[in-house]
């Protein structure tokens, strides 16, 4: 066995890659630490689903392993300087799920400002009706230009929305800026003129905490929050009070991490923040474009010579089409 997929692949991509290399599909051993140890030693390739962390010790268990690909995004379950030392390539879909999460953003900001949907959803029919707001007019602050960005920026402007935004890794005179229709501001003035914010940060440590008291106190009272970066950018304490007391009147984060808002934090049990577990990039249209990426970067890899120098790479990025969907380059549907 040449491929050990944990995770399935979108049908076609997956045929592709069994015509071309010999693959096994065991789910299974997601859930069985030693007889996945035991199938690791010659198997040149691994899919993997979230949940399975790659650690050191797992890959001395993997002598001929030379790719670990995954279809989601993500770093935090891989031990990439393992990787190096073993000189295992790392893969990921990276931009395949572009626009998919720049939709989840959109549809968050959506049901936040008609919120009486959301009540009919769960069907409560004799709620009192919610009065609305409407994104025509609005101004919402892009926090930070990670690629969903990118997409949701097109996305809000066609929707007649005035767009600010902040990012700390971007000078206010690139030219990104203007081409996404977005006003470059500094981010307390952002704060305080958003009605809405949208938050898609490429995390990094220094950024742990960076939403805390001292920049939350520019929030617009009022204003709504929806995001798909990592939730460790929020300082718990000063996001629980912002939404206590009003300045944030909502917010809808996906994928944070566990015990942000568990039993005995400051956020648990807030009636107005809403958790969705990773669920931005899990659309049919996603999935098939990962597959794909994954599919052919296997492939690549499987049939290269492997250097005698360190050639552990995070895979990416798939080119953009304009509208920020991820274009696969392997052949088949996209």
Partial sequence: MEILLLERLAPDAQAWLQARH???FRPELAEDAGALRRELYNVQALVLPRKIVVTREMLDFSPVLRAVARLHVGTENTDLEACRDHR?????????HVRSNAEYLLASLL???RRGIGAALKGERDAPPLMGRELHGSVVGILGLAPAAHALAMMLHGLGARLIGYDPAVHHTASV????????VGLQEMLSMADAVSVQVLYASRFQGFLNEKVLAHCKPGQLWVATTRSRIFDPNAFAQ???DG???AAMLDGAEAGFAGKGTPLADLPNLYLTPRIGSLTHESRLRASWYVAQKLHETLTTPRSTGLDTILSGPVPLDDD???TPSAPGPV
């Fill in 111 to 113: 049901l936040l400002m």
């Fill in 177 to 184: 800026w203007h081409r996404l229709h977005i006003e470059p």
């Fill in 242 to 244: 912002a939404l206590k």
């Fill in 247 to 249: 300045r944030i009147e």
């Fill in 88 to 96: 295992i390539r790392v893969i990921q879909g990276r931009h395949a």
């Fill in 22 to 24: 010999r693959v096994g």
């Fill in 324 to 326: 920020g969907a991820a």
